[in-house]
Structure formats: structure tokens, C-alpha cells
């Protein structure tokens, strides 16, 4: 009941003095709210670039051959200095191979559902008729081109027949069929086109029309004619353009559901360099996943709203110290009631418990307010910037913690010099 009581009398005080317990608390809102719409917005950016780097495959893992930048040099003098391998140029044993994918997947066997195999054959331009269009050609294998998810608005995906026997058959894009057809997928359907690529033509015939995103653009130039937009074709097929037999450079593998991406990458890259390239002196094996990135961004943008915030928060330390003010000014105004408790029984830590109380309570209110005022500033802002509005749930919960925290840490020393008064001298003051 005494806690109810103080609680009661702390709210008829600030009723009261309404001005002055705003501007007490007006330190306290803005430190508050400032702190929840940085941390808002950060969460509202970092949920967003989250979700569009998950969307290109968060699960996926791409393990390649790279040069060594670096190897230790001996030089006359007998002392060592690192030295750079430049220009070194692949051997047959360099490359990736099929053996080393299948013993690849007997060793993190249940951790790698599949392997994405893509082979570029380059950027060139697709012609027919006197009409043209840029495209990338690249061969694909079935997982890849499932991982892409692209959606066929005519004819037909590229097959495990055309797989195994390396047709020249190829998916285009809309895009093409309206610069090369002037949109006739019909006419495009079972059509051969010439692709321009280097020095030579290839030619393909086109089994399938693709739905092409225009977010996704890649502009070469200001006119939207320089669009580039990708030719699938079968793997084996582009392979055998470039007359590779030799092996991979790189490929990607899909991690199964629920294992860790960014460490699954890192155990493929010791494996690798381990047992394959330990002693091979120009290349060695990096992995890459999109999951490493996400957890290195989200990582910065936490920090970076982290940082702004507790920047932020200095004005809390202003706050608190004008709460520790009006304090000793409601102490010494109340002085004589201070002297009449006292006089009547009260007990030094009954007062100190009161004044806490009233300290107590105003924070929590600036707290309240400055947390509406946070929310509705973040939600102002991710509006303007165009995300999701996703509020803080633990910089709320932080908010009112700290708010009480700071009513008792700077309602301490006003409290406790009220509950040392002596009650003859705290009667007698005028």
C-alpha cells in the first residue's frame, strides 16, 4: 500500500506543477525517443537488406579456385619476405573435378542437398533479321536453373535430355522475344537465333521464354536497347563450346535446411585446400556465402544504430540530472512537510522511499512519452524511406528499464538528504 500511496502523491505533485514536470521531463522524452527511432529505423534497413540478400540464396554456397596473393620468398641473404604470385596460368591438375565433388559430398553427407553447376560462355549480341539484342550466355545444369526460379511464360525448361546429350538449345528472356520477334513467343518458340560472342557466331534454338525482371536491369548504356539479359543453355553444351574437359573453376552448393551457411563454407574451404591444394603453389580453394555477408551487415548496421543511440542517449544524462534538480528544489520546498512526517513517526527510509518513488515515476513518464514519440518518428521515417516499419522491441524494453534506473540513480541523493533532515530543524525552516 505505501508504494500505491507514493506512487498517488508523485502524480498529484506533477498535476500540480504540470509546466514544470514537463520541462523536468523533456530531457528524459527526447533522450528516449531519439533512442527508439534510431534503433527502429536501423532495424527497419537491416530487415530489409536481410530479406533481398536472402532472396538471392542464403543457402548457397559458392567454392571457387583463386590465385594465392601471397607466398614466403627466400631470398640470398637467407632471410624470408612475402613475394606474389603473378600471372601463374591453370594446369590440367589445377582445376575442380568431378571426383573431388563426390568425395565432397560423402564427407558432409545430410549438409549439402546439391550442386549448382553454370558455365559462361560471355556477353555478346543475339541477332535475327536485322535485329539485336545483348545478352550473357551461360550453360546451366537442372539445380541451377531450379535455384534461379524463373518463371516460363512459354514453350518448355531446358531437360535431363538435353543435359546428357549438350544440345544447343536455350532459354531467352521476354526481353529478347520483343527485340528480336516484337514480342511473338510463337514465332520464337523452335526459332534458331546467332549469338555474336568474340571473334565467331553460336548458334541456339530456343525452347522456352522466360519472364525477365526489369529490377534486376543491367543497363550497358542510356538506351534501354543495351539491356543485357541472360541465354540458359545446357551445361554440357557449354562446356563444349569452350572446350572445357579439364574440370571447374567454381561452382555453388545448396547447404540443407537448417545448417549453418557461413560455417558449412568455411569447413568446404580447409577441406579443399587440405586435401586438394595443401601443396599446390598458385591456386588454393575460397568459398563464399551469401549468409556470411548477411551476418557481416546485419553485424554493421546493428553497431552503427547502436552507436548513434548511445550517442543519443548523452541527452538522457542531461535528463537525469534536471530530474536530480527539481528534486532538490521539491526537497527544500517541502520542507517543513518533511519535518511534520518525521515528527509524526516517519522512518528515514520511508522518506528516502518516497522521494525515490516521485523520481521514480517522473522518468518512467518521460519514458512513456518519448517511447510514443520514438515509434511514431520511426514510423514517419521508414515510410519516407520506403521499408517496413519494424519497431525495437528490445530498445523498448531497454527505454523503461533505463527511465527507471535513472529515477533511482539520480533520485538517490535528493532522497536521502530528505531522510537525513532532523525534524526540529526541518519544522523550524521558514
Request: aromatic content about 8%.
Amino acid at each position: 500500500m505505501l508504494i500505491i500511496e507514493n506512487i498517488l502523491l508523485a502524480l498529484t505533485g506533477l498535476w500540480a506543477n504540470k509546466m514544470r514536470a514537463l520541462l523536468t521531463m523533456l530531457g528524459i522524452i527526447i533522450g528516449i525517443g531519439s533512442v527508439i527511432a534510431i534503433m527502429s529505423v536501423g532495424n527497419s534497413i537491416s530487415n530489409s537488406v536481410t530479406s533481398s540478400m536472402e532472396g538471392m540464396g542464403s543457402n548457397n554456397i559458392t567454392v571457387g579456385l583463386s590465385q594465392k596473393s601471397a607466398a614466403m620468398v627466400v631470398s640470398m641473404s637467407g632471410k624470408t619476405f612475402e613475394g606474389f604470385n603473378r600471372g601463374s596460368r591453370m594446369k590440367d591438375e589445377d582445376y575442380l573435378t568431378d571426383e573431388m565433388t563426390e568425395a565432397m559430398f560423402e564427407e558432409f553427407d545430410g549438409r549439402i542437398t546439391d550442386i549448382l553447376l553454370e558455365e559462361s560462355v560471355g556477353n555478346g549480341t543475339a541477332v535475327l533479321a536485322g535485329n539485336e539484342a545483348s545478352v550473357h550466355v551461360t550453360g546451366v545444369n537442372e539445380s541451377y536453373l531450379e535455384n534461379e526460379n524463373l518463371t516460363l511464360l512459354y514453350g518448355r525448361a531446358l531437360t535431363a535430355q538435353d543435359q546428357q546429350e549438350g544440345r544447343t538449345v536455350a532459354l531467352a528472356s521476354d526481353d529478347l522475344v520483343n527485340k528480336l520477334f516484337d514480342g511473338d513467343c510463337t514465332a520464337a518458340y523452335g526459332s534458331e537465333i546467332a549469338v555474336y560472342i568474340g571473334s565467331r557466331y553460336y548458334h541456339y534454338t530456343i525452347v522456352g521464354i522466360y519472364e525477365y525482371n526489369e529490377d534486376e536491369a543491367v543497363y550497358g548504356g542510356i538506351s534501354q536497347n543495351t539491356v543485357t539479359t541472360t541465354l540458359y543453355m545446357p551445361f554440357e553444351a557449354a562446356r563444349n563450346q569452350n572446350h572445357n574437359t579439364k574440370g571447374y573453376t567454381s561452382f555453388m552448393v545448396q547447404a540443407a535446411r537448417g545448417t549453418d551457411a557461413k560455417q558449412l563454407g568455411e569447413e568446404l574451404e580447409t577441406w579443399f585446400n587440405q586435401n586438394y591444394y595443401r601443396n599446390n603453389d598458385s591456386f588454393e580453394v575460397n568459398t563464399f556465402s551469401m549468409a556470411a555477408v548477411i551476418s557481416s551487415m546485419t553485424s554493421m548496421l546493428s553497431t552503427i544504430s547502436l552507436a548513434i543511440a548511445v550517442i543519443a542517449g548523452i541527452s538522457l544524462l542531461v535528463g537525469g540530472i534536471g530530474v536530480m534538480n527539481i528534486m532538490l528544489v521539491s526537497i527544500t520546498e517541502r520542507t517543513r512537510e518533511i519535518g511534520t512526517r518525521k515528527a509524526l513517526g516517519a522512518t528515514n527510509a520511508s522518506i528516502r522511499f518516497q522521494f525515490i518513488t516521485e523520481s521514480v515515476v517522473i522518468c518512467l513518464l518521460g519514458g512513456f512519452i518519448g517511447i510514443g514519440l520514438g515509434l511514431s518518428l520511426s514510423l514517419a521515417a521508414t515510410v519516407m524511406l520506403g521499408y517496413e516499419a519494424a519497431p525495437s522491441i528490445p530498445g523498448i524494453v531497454f527505454s523503461v528499464v533505463f527511465s527507471m534506473a535513472i529515477g533511482v540513480f539520480f533520485g538517490f541523493y535528493p532522497a536521502n538528504k530528505a531522510a537525513k533532515m532532523e525534524p526540529v530543524d526541518a519544522l523550524r525552516y521558514e
